[in-house]
């Protein structure tokens, strides 16, 4: 028994009621008799409220459900009736009264809580079913004024949900239609409902509000000039699924996705067919999407590891892939693919041709028939994974988050487009005309390769990569070994500065035809000779694409 509990009971004989309360609370679980309900968010609410009226609890309620659910034959108290204190000022102002806030937080095991209810006629609320104004929908419709998403932030309902969670020892607080069926199953079978239920769901209500003011947060950072980096960040993250295993089978995994976002991305696909995807596959195909998504042209993109294997633009979709898959067949057994189009019949043709196996695939949408052949034929019907994203808009910049142990790291995500104004020919020989796609295509696939980066592209699809060597002339030599005697007559493009000659050397050894590369060494000039000496032309961006 609490001290406070015992030294009533022992020494205010003359209050027969209080202690006689005080004694029921001490000796039973408090039960449920009263509740208080204002939602934004009708789902469910009738049935809920029906089951708590069949366990003879008592529903207060504001105006507005107060009617929907009068309209449906369930009984409620205005709030406005008990508190004595009329809805003003368009609803602003309803139920911020002590009577609603002491019925929520007085402590029922506290004598002074107890003695200041029953002096001020506050009577008990144990149940607070409330949720927000649509102020996120609001702000997401096209055409709001700046007004109408101001009066959509809730002031009242985060007070009342806060108040519950923080007196869970003795009130319930439901925030989600999902928690009706729970809290009814408890208070049938104990009358109440238990204390790990509360304090589940106190946890669930704080971070509700954290998330509801961290969305008007954003807003009014969005309408300020101020810096994208503000002094307090805060990430909203909601689990959408439990994941098989990690990176590794003995690592436990979930993926999550900003609620806010509803761009054409991996995580917002539909799954068409097929498993659910693994950690990995989830990287790989984010990367292979980013790829494909880059280039104008119908194009594809194959990745391996959360590296481009293979990548092609072309004409047509089925060629595109083509290309794409003959840059590294081998590498390409076991990758997942992306694309910027339709995927058509032709081009699941070319997918389903002998030798082949791809775990996954994403794409704007898929054909019927596509799919049909995608999905029925031996050996994929049970394995391949298909991902309908939709239509690919041009990507705005966004920030990018890398955690550390104990932090983060936020960039400006790389989408960076090649600035051709400022792009300069270093070397005295001149590019040909017949090289700037590909040089501008090798230039596209270097920023999404580990650094340090190497790739050789000709005919505007990549057919060697050197990725995440500390060396630069390491993934230099592994691009060219890569790409074995189709080197000669490519386009080689670096991420970052040449730092000595010797990269040179080997490509001109390869038969690489030009070179594109930021520039920026202490030794350009070195480099730049070597390129003349070979007769190599080269290009200098003043743009850097690591990619660590």
């Known amino acids: 028994m609490p001290p406070s509990v015992f030294w009533l009971l022992s020494h205010s004989s003359n209050d027969i009621r209080l202690v006689r309360k005080l004694s029921a609370l001490v000796s039973e679980p408090s039960r449920i008799r009263r509740a208080l309900i204002s939602c934004s968010d009708k789902l469910g609410l009738v049935d809920f409220a029906a089951g708590l009226t069949a366990a003879g609890i008592q529903i207060l309620s504001t105006g507005g459900t107060r ?82 998403a101001i009066e959509q932030i809730d002031i ?34 104990l009358g109440t409902t238990s204390v790990s239920l509360r304090r589940r769901l106190a946890g669930e209500a704080f971070a509700m509000t954290a998330a509801y003011d961290q969305v008007i947060a954003d807003y009014f950072r969005s309408e300020s000039a101020a810096s994208e980096f503000p002094p307090h960040m805060t990430l909203r993250l909601e689990r959408k699924a439990h994941l098989r295993y990690g990176e590794n089978p003995h690592q436990k995994a979930a993926v999550y996705r900003n609620p806010r976002d509803r761009s054409a991305s991996v995580l917002n696909a539909r799954h068409i067919h097929g498993r659910e995807l693994s950690y990995n596959n989830l990287l790989d195909l984010d990367s292979a999407l980013s790829i494909a998504r880059a280039f104008g042209q119908p194009a594809a993109a194959v990745v ?29 057994f076991g990758s997942v693919l992306g694309f910027n189009r339709t995927v058509d019949l032709e081009t699941a043709e070319i997918l389903v041709e002998p ?37 690919l808009p041009t990507i705005e910049p966004e920030l990018s988050v890398r955690f550390l142990t104990g932090g983060a790291l936020v960039q400006e995500a790389d989408t960076l487009p090649a600035i051709h104004t400022q792009w300069r020919t270093v070397t005295d020989v001149p590019v040909a005309d017949a090289l700037w796609d590909d040089i501008h295509f090798a ?13 050789l592209a000709r005919d505007t699809s990549l057919v060697g990569v050197g990725a995440g060597q500390m060396s630069r002339v390491d993934s230099v030599e592994i691009s060219i070994r890569k790409a074995g005697d189709r080197s000669a007559g490519c386009v080689m493009a670096s991420d970052a500065f040449f730092p000595f000659p010797d990269s040179i050397e080997a490509a001109a050894r390869a038969g690489v035809v030009a070179i594109v590369q930021p520039g920026g060494s202490r030794r350009d000039d070195e480099v730049i000779a070597a390129c003349n000496l070979h007769r190599i032309p080269m290009v200098f961006t003043g743009a850097r694409h690591f990619k660590h």
């Open 355 to 391: 030798n082949r196996f791809i775990e996954a695939i994403v794409a704007p949408d898929f054909e019927a028939g596509a799919v049909g052949v995608l999905t029925t034929r031996p050996k994929w019907r049970d394995n391949v994974r298909l991902m309908q994203v939709g239509r």
């Open 443 to 455: 230039w596209e696939m270097v920023r999404h390769v580990k650094s340090n980066a190497i790739v």
């Open 304 to 332: 391996k590891h959360n590296n481009p294997c293979g990548a092609a633009t072309c004409a047509k979709l089925s060629l595109a892939i083509r290309k794409a898959l003959d840059g590294d067949p081998v590498s390409a």
């Open 67 to 148: 009617r929907h659910l009068e309209s449906h034959g369930i009984d409620a108290i205005e709030v406005a009736q008990m508190t004595n204190f009329p809805e003003m000022m368009d609803g602003r102002v309803k139920t911020l009264h002590p009577k609603i806030f002491g019925g929520i937080l007085g402590r029922r095991d506290n004598v002074g809580d107890l003695r200041s209810m029953q002096d001020e006629g506050i009577p008990s609320i144990d149940l607070v079913v409330v949720n927000l104004y649509p102020f996120e929908a609001t702000i997401n419709r096209s055409g709001v004024s700046r007004d109408e």
């Open 156 to 189: 009242g309902g985060p007070s009342l949900i806060r108040a519950a969670a923080k007196n869970h020892q003795w009130v319930t607080v439901a925030t989600r239609p999902e928690q009706y069926s729970s809290i009814l199953r408890d208070i049938e079978e």
